[in-house]
């Protein structure tokens, strides 16, 4: 335990400290005004784009531009899944996916989901997943990132009704963040013997004899951008329990810390921003804190593992059910937690194996709207939604107008927050809902009794949560679920970027007003730990009913002893 201790106060460090350095990067390349090569860099893209890089954009004209470029992406990217088999690139004669499957695959990669309803290394031409996939990598993490600094803006804008420049903002987060930071962490994973090539197939014959085709091709610069822009889809339908993916401890360790580097990094970049670094301190310590716990309560749980099972083994450790034994339960657990904090959606294991509060972890994560620390951008600005709600709390307890960073919130932000709050409970609740009863929606289950219902909780939780990680027992690739989830992705995606905008825009036209001895502090232990209180409560209350039915009452009947006969 010692050990496995160690190792998370390891990766803890090591995310803390990335996220210090990368959040005074980010202030610098993102914030106005940029140093003077990066805006010459700025306006040379953007002038080739057509666009004027010195225009400043209101909320309304900034969502219309991100809702513009990314119908514009999903065009792309669906066109080119459909037509891979005319493409350069394709040594294994790949042919273009179905049109439901395409459509549920572009939406995933725009909304910076990454659900993968295919086999990667079955059904994507190096085309496919160079030009179209891992290019949308970039572009749906420089969205998020460009939402996320729009909104900050908004928090910290003084009289003002300009957010930014969405096509500057996206520039900058791709070529001055997303860019170097895939090239060095690909060039160490290639280091660390990821391939990176674009050869055919290797046949090869095993040691049994059996005839083997091993996949390979341009797989490093891939895993390296989905892991930092918190993306997500693997190259290989393993993701990172391949070893081609992930080879060892050190590229498990790397990757890890590349999911939340930048989400953890936004909170230091907001105390710039704002110009109070204890605002930013406060909500990392409350991301950090919420991320603690999952990880204690999911590795007690792994611990412990399937008594029924243990005792079918005749008395085996279990814990290792599941998990690439490479790695073990830590790093496990460890990856479990994290990319369902973050909105990633890679796996070193597999989560339909997790014991059922192993896997309710994760699954709450993403409930929540992944904002413990949540995806690039994303994660943030969803977590600015709860810290509004918590500052109304604050203020109905001390019966005053609630106040943040000196300005007054009032009923029409606390309604856009709701609004952006309300996207996870409606596609989650309502989808699964769907799934459960319609019949061409209930063969993708696979296991019978409440962790059916956990499947179809969590395939629509992550997909709703733009995660893109699952069950891997639940089968969604039929046109209904491919439809349904497609739906749900920008569901999730949109009714929490627009809201949010229009906070940030009415945010940022109010004026600021001193603090007084009355004013709810916002940087203390108190306020971290009411925000902590307003994710736990709003998420225990909205989804609580539905666990209950699903991973709880699996644990209840685990311990029982009870079993569900196979379907």
């Known amino acids: 335990m010692f050990i496995d201790l160690a190792q998370f106060a390891l990766y803890a460090l090591l ?8 959040g005074k990067w980010m202030a610098l390349v993102l914030d106005n005004p940029a140093p003077g090569p990066l805006a010459r860099i700025d306006a040379v893209v953007c002038r080739a784009a057509g666009v004027d890089p010195r225009a400043r954009q209101t909320w309304v004209e900034y969502a219309l531009a991100v809702l513009a470029f990314n119908l514009a992406g999903t065009l792309v990217l669906y066109a080119i899944l459909l037509t891979q088999q005319w493409h350069p690139w394709n040594p294994q004669g790949l042919p273009g ?26 059904s994507l031409s190096y085309f496919s997943q160079m030009v179209g996939l891992t290019v949308q990598n970039f572009v749906s993490a420089g969205t998020g990132i460009a939402v996320g600094v729009a909104v900050i803006r908004g928090f910290a804008g003084r009289e003002t009704n300009q957010l930014g420049n969405f096509w500057v903002d996206l520039v900058r987060s791709t070529f001055w963040l997303l860019l170097p930071l895939a090239i060095l962490v690909g060039l160490a994973l290639v280091a660390l013997g990821v391939p990176q090539n674009l050869l055919a197939y290797t046949p090869a014959a095993t040691l049994g004899g059996a005839d083997q085709v091993i996949a390979q091709g341009p797989a490093a610069a891939q895993i390296a951008i989905k892991q930092i822009g918190t ?20 590229s498990n360790l790397v990757e890890m810390v590349a999911i939340l580097a930048i989400p953890a990094g936004f909170c230091f970049l907001y105390g710039r921003m704002v110009r109070d670094a204890r605002q930013g301190r406060a909500i990392f310590a409350a991301m950090a804190i919420v991320w603690a716990a999952g990880v204690g309560i999911t ?15 005749a008395g085996e450790a279990t814990g290792m059910e599941g ?14 937690v994290s990319t369902s904090a973050a909105s990633n959606g890679s796996v070193n294991a597999m989560h339909d194996s997790l014991t059922p509060i192993g896997g309710l ?17 994303a994660g943030f600005y969803g977590m600015l939604s709860y810290v509004i709600l918590a500052v109304f709390v604050a203020g109905l307890m001390v019966g005053r107008t609630p106040e943040y960073l000196g300005k007054k919130i009032e009923a029409r932000e606390i309604k856009l927050a709701l609004l952006a709050f309300f996207a996870m409970p409606v596609g989650i609740l309502g989808g699964a809902a769907l799934a459960a009863v319609v019949p061409a929606a ?49 569901l999730g995606r949109f009714a929490a970027i627009v809201p949010m905008l229009a906070v940030a825009g009415s945010l940022a036209q109010k004026r600021t007003a001193a603090a007084s001895s009355g004013t709810f502090p916002t940087h203390g232990p108190l306020f971290v730990a009411l925000v902590i209180a307003v994710v736990v409560i709003l998420g225990g209350l909205t989804f609580f009913p539905a666990l209950a039915l699903g991973p709880l009452a699996e644990q209840f009947a685990m311990t029982a002893g009870t079993t569900f006969g196979a379907n």
């Open 231 to 250: 993306n997500g889809g693997g190259f290989w339908n393993a993701n990172s329990a391949h070893p081609f993916e992930n080879p060892g401890a050190v």
């Open 97 to 122: 996916l179905s049109p439901w499957l395409a459509f549920n695959t572009a939406i995933s990669f725009m909304t910076n989901t990454n659900w993968q309803a295919y086999g990667g290394e079955t």
């Open 361 to 377: 972890v994760p699954m709450f994560n993403i409930m929540t709207g992944e904002v413990i620390f949540g995806g690039v951008g």
């Open 323 to 336: 998990k690439e034994v490479r790695f073990g339960i830590a790093n496990s657990v460890l990856w479990a």
């Open 15 to 22: 995310v803390t400290g990335a996220a210090i350095v990368l």
């Open 442 to 490: 209930l063969g993708a289950v696979q296991d019978p009794g409440p962790h059916g219902l956990s499947e179809i909780l969590y395939a629509y939780a992550s997909a709703t949560g733009n995660n893109g990680s699952a069950f891997a027992g639940y089968g969604a690739g039929s046109p209904w679920h491919t439809t349904a989830q497609g739906l749900a992705m920008m």
């Open 299 to 313: 590795y007690a749980a792994e611990t412990v593992g399937n008594p029924l099972l243990a005792e079918a083994v």
